[in-house]
């Protein structure tokens, strides 16, 4: 096989990484997928960064024995506590996802944005230098959202469980009148109509959403043609999904991967 030809590896701490790999699937359809739901160790956003570090690890050793001719890193926590290392340790290219605070405050350069993130990613100095250079620092509300990712990770969206918590999560904002809100884990990006239609009625404002699995798959579409990679076939790509977790996590990533396809 040609490394053209060679899978492109995405990871995360479940499902929430799919909605990534649905949009990298949508700019590359003829690309070849292995994604790796690290479901076993679920969720990564309350974990210690040395926890993430070597659960990151094993998830990229896993990906690289399958022979991927790139890593994504579909986890916004563990993006930057991770990155450096992978890259560092593994000889392919390393794409990792942040959220999408640029768009957000490029568009609305006067307006509040919420950013809905795990405790590890709005903790991180990685984010927190995001917002400084960005100059957002007074600009962005950090909304902490434990819990969230594991009532998505259930896979049931229309869990009434959801409201109820984004419900709790926006009322200390009530009238806060938000231009944007950032969608800071990908588990959130399978909600962000729920999102916006709560923070909308709680909080006013536009309340447009801003989720960083667009400039992801667009990002990893250009390095791969930078690094002469493309599969240049005409046939479909194909997709494999693997959990560390118990075998119904497929069919849950199988699921969550057909609502993109609506």
Do not use: W
């Not at 990770?153 to 009434?160: A, F, I, T």
């Not at 884990?185 to 699995?213: L, N, W």
């Not at 930078?226 to 997709?239: H, K, P, V, Y």
């Amino acid at each position: 096989m040609q490394k053209k030809e060679l899978p492109i590896g995405v990871y995360d701490s479940g499902a929430g990484g799919i909605s990534v790999l649905a949009q990298a699937r949508i700019c590359l359809p003829h690309e070849n997928f292995i994604y790796y739901g690290d479901s076993a160790n679920a969720p990564y956003g309350t974990k210690s960064e040395e926890e993430i570090r070597d659960l990151s690890l094993a998830c990229g050793d896993f990906l690289c024995r399958q022979g991927v001719k790139m890593i994504i890193i579909a986890c916004n926590t563990a993006t930057s506590i991770t990155v450096q290392a992978m890259r560092e340790k593994y000889n392919i290219p390393i794409i990792s996802i942040e959220p999408a605070v640029k768009p957000a405050v490029e568009k609305y350069p006067e307006g509040k944005i919420a950013v809905l993130a795990t405790p590890a990613t709005l903790h991180q100095k990685r984010y927190l230098h995001l917002l400084d250079k960005l100059g957002a620092m007074d600009q962005a509300v950090n909304i902490s959202c434990d819990g969230l990712a594991e009532i998505v990770e259930r896979g049931n969206l229309s869990d009434p469980h959801i409201k109820a918590y984004l419900c709790e999560k926006f009322l200390p904002y009530r009238r806060c009148d938000f231009n944007g809100i950032v969608v800071g884990c990908t588990h959130y990006s399978f909600i962000s109509d729920q999102i916006r239609d709560v923070a909308r009625k709680i909080c006013g404002g536009p309340c447009e959403i801003f989720d960083g699995m667009y400039g992801t798959a667009r990002h990893v579409a250009d390095v791969l043609a930078l690094e002469g990679l493309l599969n240049d076939s005409f046939s479909e790509g194909r997709i494999k999904f693997f959990s560390s977790g118990e075998a119904h996590h497929i069919d849950v990533f199988e699921r969550f991967l057909k609502i993109f396809k609506k």
